[in-house]
């Protein structure tokens, strides 16, 4: 007879494989630098996005800063995925640097390319490139407070731009910068009962203004609220295994526009580890499951993911992520 932890865990993977495919616009049209909004980091786009709850590693400054408190080692993580037909590609290198009682810093530079257009004069000669581009700079810190709170904040300097090499006649080329941050709190183990909860809110800033102060593009805020569970029994199933499921639910600040994000993780013996996610009233056009695996050896690791349905599933893109990461001991 299962326990009740091995009925949680097989009810929440049910979930996870069953179900159905939804939609619900999240955000309105006018929202600008929403390429702020695309999932890096192969581990955390494998458990669905739903991580605010999961310490992530040097990755956290990216999803929420609160869980870099918790790093004991210092990491250096760098994130991949190539372009699709909906997307573009994108780079991160994030890192973090824990200091004991004085906290953790981390950091992330985020790179994308949303693709180069040819510029031709009235014979078809190409005499100029326009290349469209994006960069965040990313300053967090964290710390804990006792030993089940974390704490933590993120900054970020936002630039996008569309800049021409050569001659483009007729091209609107641009370039505009703005911050934002990130705020993140997480509670692990709240009454010894292996569940974490967690509560952020990300992209809070000034808009983006690409013309003039009326045409300002308010930022994609989003809050989340979420809860993650260690299956404390996992390991009398199989010998070395360990099993995590979370869950979390996303809306805009006026708390409208709610997707449910779903997540699941299997560890053996801390070398392989098997991840499935899913969404529930995700935004039109977002991916509604996704999948992933990881290995470690020592201080090297090396995940991938790959998301299930959307609009670049559609296209037959679908988008591979792929992270490494090193750590560099204490």
Request: include cysteine; glycine fraction near 14%.
């Amino acid at each position: 007879m299962l326990s009740r932890h091995a009925v949680v865990g097989v009810g929440l993977l049910g979930a996870l494989l069953a179900c159905p495919k939804t939609g619900s616009a999240q955000g309105p049209a006018t929202e600008g630098a929403v390429f702020l909004l695309i999932p890096l980091g192969a581990r955390a786009v494998s458990l669905g996005e739903s991580v605010a709850a999961t310490r992530l590693g040097a990755e956290g400054a990216l999803w929420n800063p609160a869980s870099l408190a918790w790093a004991t080692s210092r990491e250096l993580v760098y994130d991949h995925v190539g372009e699709t037909f909906v997307l573009p590609s994108a780079d991160v290198l994030s890192f973090v640097l824990p200091a004991g009682r004085a906290g953790s810093v981390g950091g992330a530079v985020r790179y994308f390319n949303f693709g180069d257009q040819e510029a031709t004069d009235p014979f078809g000669t190409v005499i100029g490139t326009l290349y469209s581009r994006a960069t965040v700079l990313t300053g967090s810190y964290a710390a804990t407070f006792g030993q089940r709170v974390a704490a933590g904040v993120s900054a970020h300097w936002v630039r996008q731009g569309d800049s021409c090499g050569g001659s483009c006649p007729g091209a609107h080329t641009f370039s505009v910068s703005t911050t934002a941050f990130d705020v993140g709190v997480q509670a692990a183990d709240v009454r010894a009962t292996g569940i974490t909860l967690a509560a952020s809110i990300r992209n809070l800033g000034f808009g983006l203004q690409v013309n003039d102060a009326e045409q300002t593009d308010p930022l994609p805020t989003r809050l989340h609220l979420g809860a993650s569970y260690r299956v404390a029994r996992a390991g009398q199933w199989r010998s070395g295994l360990a099993m995590s499921v979370s869950g979390e639910v996303v809306t805009l600040k006026t708390f409208t526009s709610p997707s449910l994000r779903l997540g699941t993780e299997f560890a053996l013996s801390n070398v392989l580890m098997v991840r499935l996610g899913t969404a529930i009233r995700a935004p039109v056009g977002a991916p509604w499951g996704s999948a992933g695996i990881g290995v470690r050896r020592g201080r090297l690791g090396l995940d991938f993911a790959r998301t299930i349905g959307g609009s670049a599933a559609d296209a037959g893109t679908p988008p591979t992520y792929v992270s490494l990461r090193v750590g560099f001991g204490r």
